[in-house]
């Protein structure tokens, strides 16, 4: 194994040097996946990063209590065989998996869960100082963990909460082995131990993170012996490593690309809608964009429907909020802003504010990020065609996240973000809500407030009507578009890019990257 692994991480680094007129299955070997992430990870464990981009390793090295059944966002047994709700939906009570190990050998079981949930959520707990776990707003609601027996635990909730099951089975609710933890502490992130179909092997920063089978995994073992994930952040790179075979997949295709690998028969194209939404934080607290008129001005004057045109080439819709149409029960009838750089200057001059000068936050890509500078920059022009002044300051995507996350106060006017999510609560709920500043926890990072909106996402996550809930989140959506807290931009459907010599690989409406059934020849 160890010489299957030298090599193939000799040829990911070797990268596409010589290699152009080779055909591309050739360049790896067999039974090696080597997949082009878009970024460097922030770490592998999965209760302190939010980046998509992490999430895609890490569902493959370790599992959570449930899982999103294939092809779709419901719920199905993982590391829990079954579980119960009680009548008030306040407790959940789940069955586990007997004889289930982590990968450095210890036992997987209730006291592992308990271990795993009271690190994020209780801040006197022994390994509270190995986060910060920014995504733990997913189980705010759980007031206690109680161990009933080696393969029994209970959730005692502080209220019904609708999205539990579902946050359960994204990534912030995979489990680590308590194990690992104690043993590495603060640095647990770069020795990461799951029950997953892939166990860790080695983290190279800027280079690679390699992953082997686990041939005792609990649902079969894989059929890969390995996967090297190499970060390539220039997606140009990233296509020219693909054409000369230099990886066998590439996440998040340029859309001036995507053409090309459709009508190369050396390479198969993936498709998958899902919930995500591409926007522009402004910032509500300072600044221009603290007065309401200014944000949807902003709104008109970016003319949306051309950046999904022209920009992602037809690979996106236009946003009319931050609720994405892949939730389809959600009854909103909230059209897109129009492009009308006319009701622009109108919005400006009815505001008093002549030539308004903006600072725009631009990553040089991430998570959903599709073509962030071309995007920006496009955003710039049409701003700037109304009157703005727009300043673009433009880092490499986790620079740009420590700069985003902690709020644009004092710093930006505005910041390119996207998100992928697993229930319509998610988004306005860790990012538009008062409660969830960047002060807080949150990712609130534009300072916007509104009691009406905290009021309908409290009601609506408490819920267990579906109905109910797709009329409180139409709500949501109304307001928020009407605020206009963000600049609307896209809803992205997803894609990847794979060598024919690769089988059996698809993508989820999730946007994760399961792996475990897929083969190389």
């Given at each position: 194994?160890?010489?299957?692994?030298?090599?193939?991480?000799?040829?990911?680094?070797?990268?596409?040097?010589?290699?152009?007129?080779?055909?591309?299955?050739?360049?790896?070997?067999p039974?090696?996946?080597?997949v082009?992430?878009?970024?460097?990870?922030?770490?592998?464990?999965?209760?302190?990063?939010?980046?998509?981009?992490?999430?895609?390793?890490?569902?493959?090295?370790?599992?959570?209590?449930?899982?999103?059944?294939?092809?779709?966002?419901?719920?199905?047994?993982?590391?829990?065989?079954?579980?119960?709700?009680?009548?008030?939906?306040?407790?959940?009570?789940?069955?586990?998996?007997?004889?289930?190990?982590?990968?450095?050998?210890?036992?997987?079981?209730?006291?592992?869960?308990?271990?795993?949930?009271?690190?994020?959520?209780?801040?006197?707990?022994?390994?509270?100082?190995?986060?910060?776990?920014?995504?733990s707003?997913?189980?705010?609601?759980?007031?206690?963990?109680?161990?009933?027996?080696?393969?029994?635990?209970?959730?005692?909730?502080?209220?019904?909460?609708?999205?539990?099951?579902?946050?359960?089975?994204?990534?912030?609710?995979?489990?680590?082995?308590?194990?690992?933890v104690?043993?590495?502490?603060?640095?647990?992130?770069?020795?990461?131990?799951?029950?997953?179909?892939?166990?860790?092997?080695?983290?190279?920063?800027?280079?690679?993170?390699?992953?082997?089978?686990?041939?005792?995994?609990?649902?079969?073992a894989?059929?890969?012996?390995?996967?090297?994930?190499?970060?390539?952040?220039?997606?140009?790179?990233?296509?020219?490593?693909?054409?000369?075979?230099?990886?066998?997949?590439?996440?998040?295709?340029?859309?001036?690309?995507?053409?090309?690998?459709?009508?190369?028969?050396?390479?198969?194209?993936?498709?998958?809608?899902?919930?995500?939404?591409?926007?522009?934080?402004?910032?509500?607290?300072?600044?221009?964009?603290?007065?309401?008129?200014?944000?949807?001005?902003?709104?008109?004057?970016?003319?949306?429907?051309t950046?999904?045109?022209?920009?992602?080439?037809?690979?996106?819709?236009?946003?009319?909020?931050?609720?994405?149409?892949?939730?389809?029960?959600?009854?909103?009838?909230?059209?897109?802003?129009?492009?009308?750089?006319?009701?622009?200057?109108?919005?400006?001059?009815?505001?008093?504010?002549?030539?308004?000068?903006?600072?725009?936050?631009v990553?040089?890509?991430?998570?959903?990020?599709?073509?962030?500078?071309?995007?920006?920059?496009?955003?710039?022009?049409?701003?700037?065609?109304?009157?703005?002044?727009?300043?673009?300051?433009?880092?490499?995507?986790?620079?740009?996240?420590?700069?985003?996350?902690?709020?644009?106060?004092?710093?930006?006017?505005?910041?390119?973000?996207?998100?992928?999510?697993?229930?319509?609560?998610?988004?306005?709920?860790?990012?538009?809500r008062?409660?969830?500043?960047?002060?807080?926890?949150?990712?609130?990072?534009?300072?916007?407030?509104?009691?009406?909106?905290?009021?309908?996402?409290?009601?609506?996550?408490?819920?267990?009507?579906?109905?109910?809930?797709?009329?409180?989140?139409?709500?949501?959506?109304?307001?928020v578009?009407?605020?206009?807290?963000?600049?609307?931009v896209?809803?992205w459907?997803?894609?990847?890019?794979?060598?024919?010599?690769?089988?059996?690989?698809?993508?989820?409406?999730?946007?994760?990257?399961?792996?475990h059934?897929v083969?190389k020849?």
């Amino acid at each position: 194994m160890k010489r299957l692994f030298r090599s193939a991480i000799a040829l990911a680094a070797l990268a596409f040097a010589g290699a152009a007129a080779a055909p591309a299955a050739a360049q790896t070997p067999p039974d090696v996946l080597v997949v082009g992430q878009i970024a460097e990870p922030q770490s592998l464990d999965p209760h302190t990063v939010t980046a998509t981009n992490d999430f895609r390793i890490l569902v493959n090295v370790y599992d959570g209590l449930v899982r999103f059944k294939d092809g779709t966002l419901e719920v199905e047994p993982a590391l829990a065989e079954s579980w119960k709700i009680s009548d008030d939906g306040k407790t959940y009570t789940f069955t586990l998996r007997q004889g289930v190990k982590f990968h450095d050998g210890s036992n997987f079981d209730a006291e592992a869960v308990k271990f795993n949930f009271d690190r994020m959520l209780k801040k006197d707990h022994p390994f509270y100082d190995t986060g910060p776990f920014p995504l733990s707003f997913n189980f705010a609601s759980v007031k206690a963990v109680n161990v009933l027996d080696e393969h029994t635990v209970e959730f005692k909730l502080s209220e019904a909460f609708a999205p539990f099951l579902s946050n359960l089975a994204y990534p912030t609710g995979l489990i680590v082995s308590p194990v690992a933890v104690e043993k590495h502490g603060k640095e647990y992130g770069r020795s990461p131990s799951g029950t997953g179909p892939f166990k860790f092997v080695e983290w190279l920063s800027n280079q690679r993170v390699v992953v082997e089978r686990n041939p005792d995994y609990w649902d079969s073992a894989a059929k890969l012996q390995a996967v090297v994930f190499r970060p390539i952040t220039d997606a140009n790179t990233r296509v020219a490593e693909m054409m000369a075979g230099g990886i066998d997949v590439m996440v998040e295709v340029p859309p001036d690309n995507l053409a090309t690998f459709e009508q190369d028969a050396n390479f198969a194209v993936a498709e998958q809608a899902g919930p995500h939404v591409w926007f522009t934080i402004l910032n509500t607290k300072q600044g221009p964009f603290a007065d309401k008129r200014v944000r949807q001005a902003a709104n008109y004057a970016v003319n949306k429907q051309t950046l999904v045109d022209d920009v992602l080439r037809g690979t996106a819709t236009v946003a009319a909020g931050p609720i994405p149409p892949a939730f389809n029960w959600v009854e909103s009838s909230v059209e897109p802003y129009a492009h009308d750089p006319e009701k622009a200057k109108a919005l400006l001059a009815e505001a008093g504010v002549e030539n308004p000068q903006v600072t725009f936050y631009v990553t040089e890509g991430g998570s959903g990020m599709l073509d962030p500078i071309t995007m920006g920059a496009a955003i710039q022009a049409d701003l700037q065609a109304v009157g703005f002044k727009v300043k673009i300051e433009t880092y490499e995507w986790n620079t740009f996240l420590g700069r985003v996350n902690p709020g644009l106060e004092g710093k930006a006017d505005m910041a390119e973000m996207a998100w992928m999510t697993n229930d319509p609560d998610t988004v306005p709920y860790l990012t538009l809500r008062t409660d969830a500043m960047p002060d807080k926890g949150g990712f609130n990072s534009g300072y916007y407030s509104n009691p009406q909106l905290d009021e309908l996402l409290e009601k609506a996550r408490r819920s267990t009507d579906q109905a109910e809930r797709g009329k409180l989140y139409g709500e949501v959506q109304s307001i928020v578009h009407d605020d206009a807290p963000w600049l609307f931009v896209a809803n992205w459907k997803q894609n990847a890019v794979t060598t024919a010599a690769v089988k059996g690989f698809k993508l989820q409406p999730s946007f994760l990257l399961d792996l475990h059934g897929v083969t190389k020849e």
